[in-house]
């Protein structure tokens, strides 16, 4: 039998950005937390590296925006850049493929990479997005989360069940049982409500029975965190490279000033016809990866190169068929997964952790009735994955590989007086964010 524990107000599985994020917010609301990871430390491979005005703002509000920049070393680029591959050069070397089309750029003598975020609609309209490795954000908010005084961060701490979920009439806790793999003993925690922010394989989903449906890309992607030289012409903000099987995404790292080295994130798409005689150790190889830099990036022949992080990665479109059960709820690649263009993905989970945050602060200090609360979440979340993100991720990998030029996407971002530059302008700062005070006040 498991030792009995009663540890917090709110138990959160997974120490990733979305855990982490709703974690410090809920500590900054005096709500008591206990983070539970089942990995020794946090996660250091190549993920999310890019965030969207809306969850910068969200950042600034909750008073770690700053950190970030100053501790995390995050830095602001602005527009997002949408060409071909690059061309040979005549001189053995590449030059930029031509430029589809780019979301609005700041004024470059008033950009500031460190600077406050800035509202697409602020003025003239610019999207410019915060940069920073997922697993440095993380280490901030961490720090941050358990400088609260509410927040509790235990690693090697794995979900095994969930004995009590909260839906039994009248019952006010979750209860579950958690191993230590650390000693192998099991341990009995009890919290008023259970969070799963554990990613795309959820335990919590599969133990809470949830339906995850959805499909599965043919294709992998190979993520590097690579240094790089920038020559003239390359990319100085994050880069889409059209193409139909090995689309590329370029995201800065490190702030990529002219004629120095600096880190990249290099996202390239595989074959999925190599998928079927060649293993995930065979992309990874640096001869292979090396194919790739050379074919992405503009300067001279060879590229030199070096590698700090490489993993492969499956394509996943899915959402969650409900984002609660009783008192245990969904946040996050738990809840729903995308692919990667765009950058919607962890963008769109930290929007839920505002969301879910404040869903449970006022019901665990304002009094709002949990059961309409905890359903409004989930409902609007959910419309959001389904009306905005999935639609627009998929069809903007679709674009990517199409290679067709003439779309309508393209034209509204090369004409920012659009009605169709509008509504995306409005989406974005409008209906991605669930502005969910607003919506429980009558309840």
């Known amino acids: ?100 089309a780019s979301f609005p750029k700041e004024d470059a003598d008033n950009f500031h990479p460190r600077g406050p975020p800035r509202q697409p609609s602020d003025g003239a309209p610019a999207i410019s997005m915060l940069n920073i490795p997922q697993s440095r954000m993380c280490q901030v908010l961490m720090d941050r989360a358990i400088g609260t005084g509410q927040v509790q961060v235990l690693f090697r701490k794995e979900l095994i069940s969930i004995e009590s979920d909260g839906t039994v009439q009248g019952a006010a806790e979750v209860v579950i049982a958690v191993k230590d793999h650390a000693s192998d003993m099991e341990s009995r925690y009890t919290a008023s409500f259970l969070i799963g922010a554990d990613g795309g394989r959820s335990k919590t989903r599969s133990l809470l029975a949830i339906p995850f449906p959805g499909h599965t890309w043919p294709e992998k992607l190979v993520a590097t965190d690579v240094w790089l030289p920038n020559e003239e012409g390359g990319p100085i903000t994050t880069t889409l490279l059209m193409d139909p099987v090995h689309y590329t995404i370029l995201s800065p790292l490190s702030p990529p000033l002219p004629g120095q080295v600096s880190k990249w994130r290099c996202t390239f798409a595989l074959n999925p016809e190599d998928l079927k005689s060649k293993t995930d150790e065979d992309f990874l190889l640096e001869s292979y990866i090396a194919q790739h830099y050379d074919r992405a990036w503009v300067g001279s ?9 490489k993993a492969t ?79 627009v991720s998929t069809w903007g990998k679709l674009r990517i590989q199409s290679g067709d030029l003439d779309d309508w996407f393209f034209r509204c971002l090369r004409d920012t007086s659009s009605p169709s530059f509008a509504r995306y302008i409005d989406t974005l700062e409008n209906f991605w964010p669930t502005h969910i005070r607003q919506m429980a006040e009558g309840l």
């Open 301 to 309: 022949r060879p590229v030199p190169y070096k590698i700090d992080e």
């Open 1 to 100: 039998m498991p030792a009995s524990t009663s540890d917090a107000e709110v138990i959160i599985i997974g120490a990733g950005p979305v855990g982490l994020f709703t974690a410090l917010r809920l500590g900054q609301a005096g709500i008591s937390v206990v983070v539970l990871e089942r990995n020794g430390g946090l996660s250091q491979s190549p993920r999310a590296c890019m965030f969207y005005p809306q969850v910068q703002f969200a950042l600034d509000d909750a008073g770690i925006y700053n950190d970030l920049i100053e501790k995390g070393g995050g830095f602001r680029t602005t527009g997002l850049d949408i060409r071909l591959p690059p061309l040979p050069n005549g001189d053995g070397g590449k030059k930029p493929g031509q430029l589809v």
């Open 313 to 391: 990665y499956t394509v996943h479109q899915r959402l969650a068929a409900n984002f609660r059960k009783g008192r245990c709820l969904l946040a996050g690649d738990a809840a729903h997964v995308n692919n990667v263009i765009g950058g919607l993905g962890l963008s769109n989970c930290l929007l839920d952790s505002v969301a879910l945050s404040d869903a449970l602060v006022m019901i665990l200090r304002e009094g709002k009735p949990a059961d309409p609360v905890l359903t409004m979440y989930s409902d609007e979340r959910r419309q959001v994955f389904q009306f905005f993100v999935d639609p």
